[in-house]
């Protein structure tokens, strides 16, 4: 069973920064996508970053220039940078990899951005 532990998360100020790391159970490499989604209260979860083999990186066009993914294969870990952090960043964020038909989550890790 794969799992995804994410870790990073907690309440910062804005324009702080904090990085997410996610580190799987195994090989990121044997994904076919692997990367970060989050959910807001009473909002859906949506894309925030993600590697997708053979194309390479996505991301929301409401994080580009201030949230970086990037992975450390060694450690089989992605991790999430984000920087210039605004109160509507603030949710649930949670590591997602793709396999197949399969989708597997981490148990999510709460970011907090508030004065």
């Known amino acids: 069973q794969v799992q995804l532990v994410e870790s990073g998360g907690g309440l910062v100020q804005p324009g702080g920064s904090l990085r997410l790391s996610c580190a799987a159970s195994e090989s990121i490499f044997n994904f076919y996508a692997v990367g970060w989604y989050r959910q807001a209260p009473e909002k859906q979860r949506e894309l925030v970053a993600v590697?997708?083999?053979?194309?390479?990186?996505n991301s929301a066009d409401s994080v580009k220039g201030r949230f970086t993914i990037s992975r450390d294969n060694a450690k089989n870990t992605v991790y999430l940078q984000m920087n210039s952090l605004k109160p509507e960043d603030t949710a649930v964020y949670y590591c997602?990899?793709?396999?197949?038909?399969?989708?597997?989550w981490g148990q999510g890790t709460q970011v907090t951005v508030s004065s």
């Open positions: 997602h990899a793709k396999r197949g038909k399969y989708d597997y």
């Open positions: 590697f997708i083999s053979n194309i390479g990186t």
